[in-house]
Structure formats: structure tokens, C-alpha cells
């Protein structure tokens, strides 16, 4: 992908964004429902955070895309999110999926590929909790990673499912299934504060709720959120004045911003 | 009301907060519950957060208001809900009943509807929400609303359920069922933050805790709210930033920054 | 306990804790989830937060220190404590437990004591909760304690479950059921945002988790949240900006800062 024609998509789309702030539905964990919210807002969108089976099937009905994130599950939870899921498949709603701590326990695990296997269209996760999906030895300690992916495995991941990997570490790793691309942005201050993937997946999920093209969504996302959290690491003295920073950093986001700090390779 | 009066009732009021710390309990949503209770603290009253069947009862009788939000919804919330207003009601404790996304789904607008004809003091939502509860064209998208009320159309929401109306939008129209105001007072940065309604709910029960006027407390903790919202605008470099000045400014109101960028008029 | 040995303490477990990583598993409260795994990477540590009871067992596994607070309470929330407690002590991870509200309905207390009496390692919490775990007089109001304890008191609670105690307020005590200290640090600002308490207990769990030393590891976590709130407070225009700047201030912390502003006194 040329870096002229990503900055020509990413001016559209976040004017398409802010012009029809698409409700992004989330099934998201409670630590994260609150910064989820609000990164959706600043991106322009327009979150709904909502559980209950009896108005899943409404709510994804004004929805443009369907984020899932199963960082704090119970059995209920666990229902609502197929019953999205259904619901969203069946009204070709695009869904992602962020399998937090898949691979740290048979709970998670089982959960994300059960998603998975319902049929989403972007999964986002750490490359541990990616690797996971594969059943091979994805490490996952906690809910943070300690893994790293190679460009073979997300692809693997991204052909076996169907679907785009955004796979994130050191660098960044997006497949679609046929070619990989590295994304070497962002900050290790991403890694010190909670909720840093739930957010980016709310950003993404909010251009796939305005661009169908998902490896390109998912390049604009993660781009947008790498770049904010540039340009937030230089002005904050601290791990909480970082999160507040980053957010403000995607409320005022533009391509141009991006595009002048975006390394972006393709590599398969 | 004149805005001398409503400035020596509001400076009252500030400080009967800060002597009593009047406990405001909160059934709220778990996307606003952070929020919430920090700007309950800011404002200087004492949040607590519980739905817990076996320990409502007990905590409505040490509660000097009760503040429900419908934001996020599952069974054992809405029993929860019902417990509480029954317990307040019979107590003397007032409440009110903030119906977010009544009108998005037919749980939300039902539950709303249970809650309203419980008894409820006060109702606080956007303006779409608070046409949802007369069954009108209230076309509420998400939660957010694209609708806007009528003067006339406020008063008969107050009328029917006897009570306070608050309903917030571009302008805030305020009635007891025989008066109508308008309140041109805020900022569009209010709307790019979540649980800035919540926030809202949260300081109008702190001030329904000491004020049994309720149309009083309404306006006067809608003022604190939206003049605090400027002048937490007047600083802000992003989204995030802007909810945390407004959290601060709250915390540092007094009655005369308010009064002296107070917009309001009777209507009705 | 000398000054000088204390540094030197500090000193190294800052180091571990940043060296290791350790996971610090909470089953927590709504209120409390954000700003708690915040924290908690802010000192260094990695937090998760579930009570997903498929894999409480799991997670606590690979968990070097459990918290349990007990703010937000359901059922299923009591189970899931229950569960990662026996666990735990089977285990040997140690147990951190902050009965918030003990004292101010029966659920709460008789939760408490049950968690308590299972057998953990440190208790923390407000004067007026310690004392509720007496079963004395301890009146607390909601949430927040307008109790203060007495040395005897501390002791005799540390004494009577065999572990340690935290107790907080204007100044906090600590005994192990031997010894009380007393510490004078920490700002009124402490008071004026949600989750303080729970923060504190994410710390000292932080500290639990490479410090087996369990006074001393209360001792550590005690010092370095008081002192960043001191210099919070330094620096801040508000409550929400003194919140972000209490993490940030722990995102940071020396036992250098530490040290020079401790006022710790053996008392008992």
C-alpha cells in the first residue's frame, strides 16, 4: 500500500467517521468499558456498552460494527457475546475480536476461538494471545505477552480464520491472509498503562464501521493510535498523564499527522 | 427564580454539602461508575456504588439520595433497581432516575417507564430520552440523541409522572410540570466525553441530598455542571484532558462563577 | 524499624518489582478496576483482573500476590473470592484483603470476616472497618470511616486473625499483632478522589508479591502511595488532576523520594 494512497483513505475515513459517528456496539471488560468509551468519542464515533440479552439483537442493529473483548468473562457474558456475534453476522455487521489472555487460561482460550470460529473479521491481540489461536506455544503470562510472532504465524492465523490479524509487540504485524505488513510505531508507554489494546481495538472497530477494505481499517487504526501515542509520550511526565494525553492526542488525529511519522513495511 | 435568590440558595447548598457529605447512593452503569463517583467526591457529597440485593435496604437508609442509571442493564440489575426505589421511596429518600438509551430498546424504555411510575423525583436524561417516556417520535440513536424537545413537551414528561424533568441538548430545558426554563449555558466538549450525562445525574442527586426543592436542586446542580464544563473548556487541549478539568472545576465551584455566566429563563 | 534498613528495602523491591513483573491477581470492585490496574503498572507489577470462576484457579497459579476487595458485591462476586482464596492459601500466594464497608451493612462484614477467617495475609483498610472486624463500635458511614483507632485496637485485629494490618486515616497504623507503627504522610487529596483505599491495597499487594515480609511489604506500599500523593498534591488544580498525578508520581517513585519525606514512628 502506497503511503499516498493511505493518507487519501485515512483523510476519508476520518471524515467519514466524524460525519456519521457510527455506533461502534461493545461487549468490552469493565477495567477497560470507561477509556474504550471515551477513545471511541474522541475518534468521533459513538460508543454503546451493553450486555443484556434482551436488547443485544436492537442494539446491533443500529450498530456499524461490533467490537468483542473478552478481558473479564462470566458465563453470562459469555452469552451475550455470541449472541452478538450471531446477531452481527447475520446483519453483516463487522465484528472484531480481542481475545485478551487467550492462551492464559481454557476459559479464554476456548472463548476466543469460539469466536473466532462464528466468524469475525478482525482479530486484534497481542502476539501471544495471537499465537494461541494457532494451539502452538503461545506463552501468554498474565494477559500481557512475552512472545513474539513471526510474519509466517500471523498470516497463518489470518488464513486459518479468514479473516485480517493485527498482531501487536515491538512491531506491529497486520496480515490478511495474503500479504504481512510491519508497523514499527507507537511507544513502550502503550505497555504501561491498562486498557492500551482494549483502545486501540475500539479505534480500529470505528473505522471498520466506516471503511469494508478491513486490513485497511485496521491499518488506519492501528496507525492512528501508534502515532497519538507518539506524539503523547513526548508531553507527559507519567504513566496517567500518558493515558489522558493519548487520548487527546486521537481527538485531534488528522492523515497528515500520521502519514509524516508511519513506518510501514510490507514484508510478505 | 431570581438569580439573586437562586445564588444565595446555591451557595447555601454548596456548603450543606460540604458540612453533612450527604451519602448519595448510585445504581449506575459500570462505564460511568469512576466517573460518577469522583465527581460526587469533587462536589463534596459521598458516593457509594452497590446493587448487591442483600445490602440495599441497609444502604438506601444511610443514603440521603438515590441516584439510578439505566446505562448498562442485566437482570439482576434491574431487580436491584427496583429494590432501591422501593426501599427509598418508602424511606423519604428522594431519587432520580437517569433513563439512558430509553427509547433505543424496548428493555431500556420499559425499564424506564417501571422505574418513572415507581415515584421517582427527578428525571434527568438528553432530550430524546425524555420524549421516549411519552411514547412519542423520540428517536433516540445509541444513546445519544438527535431529538429535540419541545418546552411544551418537557412540561407534559414532569406532568404525567410528577415530577422534575431535566433534559439536556444544544439548549436544557428544565420543568416541574407548571414552569419551564431554558438554560443556554455549557459546552460541545460535554459531548465528546462519556458518562457526561452520568457526571450530571451525579451532582444534581448530590444537591437533591440537601435541597428538597427539587426543581432548586435541579437547576442548581445543572449550572454547577455546565459552568464548570466552560470553564473546564477554557483549558483543555483534547478530550481527556477536558473531562479531568471539568472533575477539577467541579471540585473548586462556587456559587459566584456560576451565577456570573448563568444563562436562564423562564419559558413557561 | 530504621530508616536506613527501610531504604535499602525499598530499594531492592522497587527493583523486583520492576525486574519481575510480578502478577497481581484482584478480584476488585467497578469503581476501583481501571484505576487499580493503573496502578499497579505504574510500580511495575502486572496486573489481572477476573472472577470468572472457570478460571480463578488458573489465574492464581500463575499469580505471585492476590487482592480481594470487596466493593462491588453479587453473588457470584462472593464465590469467585471465596474460590481464589482457597486457592491461594493452597497455593501459597500471599493475600491481601480490603474489606470496603465492613461495618456498614451485615453483607459486607460477614464477607469479610469470612475472607478473614480463611486466613489471609494482610488486611488494609479504613479505621472504621478495621474495627468493624472487632466487632465494635466501628461506625461506618457508607464507605468512609468517621472512626479513629487506637494502637490496641490495630494489634489486637492483626492479633486476633494472625496477620497484618493496615489501618488508615488521618495518620495510618500498622502492627503485625507485636508491633504498631504509626505513619504521618499522605494528603487530604487522598480523600477527595474514589479508590484511594483500593489503589493503596493494589501497592501494597505490588510489594506483597516480592517481599515476603508481609509489615514490611504494608510498610513499603504504605510509604511510596503516601509520598506520591504528597507530591501529587504539589502539583495539582483539583481532584482529578491530583488523581493523574498520583499515578503518574508512582510511575516514578525512588526510595530516595520516599525516604526523605517519612515520618514513621514505633509506637507499640
Chains 1, 2, 3 share one sequence.
Do not use: W
Not at 153 to 160: I, L, N, Q, S
Not at 217 to 237: H, I, M, Q, R, T
Request: contains cysteine; hydrophobic residues 45%.
Amino acid at each position: 500500500m502506497h503511503l499516498q494512497r493511505l493518507k487519501e483513505e485515512l483523510e476519508r475515513d476520518i471524515a467519514r467517521i466524524a460525519e456519521f459517528k457510527p455506533v461502534v456496539h461493545h461487549i468490552t471488560n469493565y477495567v477497560a468499558m470507561n477509556d474504550s468509551a471515551n477513545i471511541t468519542i474522541a475518534i468521533g464515533a459513538s460508543p454503546i456498552m451493553s450486555f443484556a440479552h434482551g436488547e443485544i439483537d436492537e442494539l446491533v442493529s443500529i450498530a456499524s460494527s461490533l467490537l468483542i473483548n473478552i478481558g473479564t468473562l462470566d458465563e453470562y457474558i459469555i452469552q451475550a457475546v455470541m449472541l452478538a456475534v450471531k446477531s452481527a453476522k447475520s446483519k453483516g455487521v463487522p465484528v472484531l475480536l480481542d481475545p485478551v489472555g487467550s492462551g492464559a487460561t481454557k476459559l479464554r482460550t476456548s472463548t476466543a476461538l469460539s469466536v473466532a470460529e462464528e466468524g469475525v473479521d478482525v482479530i486484534k491481540g497481542n502476539q501471544g494471545e495471537i499465537l494461541s489461536l494457532l494451539r502452538k506455544e503461545g506463552v501468554v503470562r498474565g494477559v500481557d505477552s512475552k512472545v513474539t510472532a513471526e510474519a509466517a504465524d500471523v498470516k497463518e492465523v489470518a488464513r486459518k480464520f479468514g479473516l485480517v490479524v493485527v498482531a501487536t509487540g515491538k512491531e506491529d504485524l497486520i496480515s490478511d491472509g495474503r500479504s504481512v505488513y510491519v508497523m514499527r510505531n507507537g511507544t513502550e508507554m502503550l505497555g504501561r498503562i491498562t486498557a492500551s489494546g482494549c483502545m486501540l481495538g475500539s479505534v480500529i472497530a470505528s473505522f471498520m464501521a466506516v471503511q469494508k477494505d478491513f486490513l485497511l481499517a485496521s491499518l488506519e487504526g492501528l496507525a492512528c493510535y501508534n502515532v497519538a501515542g507518539e506524539l503523547a509520550a513526548e508531553k507527559s511526565s507519567g504513566t496517567a498523564s500518558f493515558r489522558s494525553n493519548l487520548i487527546d492526542e486521537i481527538s485531534k488525529i488528522t492523515a497528515e499527522k500520521v502519514i509524516e511519522r508511519l513506518n510501514l513495511e510490507r514484508v510478505v
